[in-house]
């Protein structure tokens, strides 16, 4: 499985960004499908999923942001309101058949990742 994440790049806070990530080499609706973001010297913290057209979000990004999947496409979709500094960091997409629902806001729970785009979010 090949992720391709993009979309990232510096905004003002308040702005909006609309995050992408392209998958090659799967049947890719069979696929979860999450985000996960990371800043330097802390875990990497998930941020969203989305399963059989059901989405997940963190506590965080509840509310202002939204997932979606466009499956004819191979790909995802993290459109981001309301951005502010603390939300800065490199988003990575990742990918799984197998995670349960339980470990779906988990790091561990996907196999398959892509390299990651930066965001940065000015004061």
């Known amino acids: 499985v090949q992720l391709q994440a993009s979309g990232g790049g510096l905004v003002q806070a308040g702005g909006s960004l609309r995050l992408s990530c392209a998958a090659s080499?799967?049947?890719?609706?069979?696929?979860?499908m999450g985000w996960f973001r990371q800043v330097p010297g802390k875990e990497r913290e998930f941020v969203a999923a989305i399963r059989t057209g059901r989405t997940y979000y963190s506590d965080s990004m509840r509310g202002r942001s939204t997932m979606s999947r466009d499956n004819a496409k191979n790909s995802v979709y993290l459109q981001m309101d309301s951005l502010s500094p603390d939300d800065t960091a490199v988003y990575y997409c990742?990918?799984?058949?197998?995670?349960?629902?339980?470990?779906?806001?988990?790091?561990?729970?996907?196999?398959?990742w892509g390299q990651g785009t930066l965001v940065t979010v000015s004061s």
């Open positions: 080499g799967v049947t890719f609706s069979m696929y979860t």
């Open positions: 990742a990918a799984s058949r197998t995670v349960i629902l339980s470990e779906l806001r988990n790091v561990r729970g996907y196999q398959n």
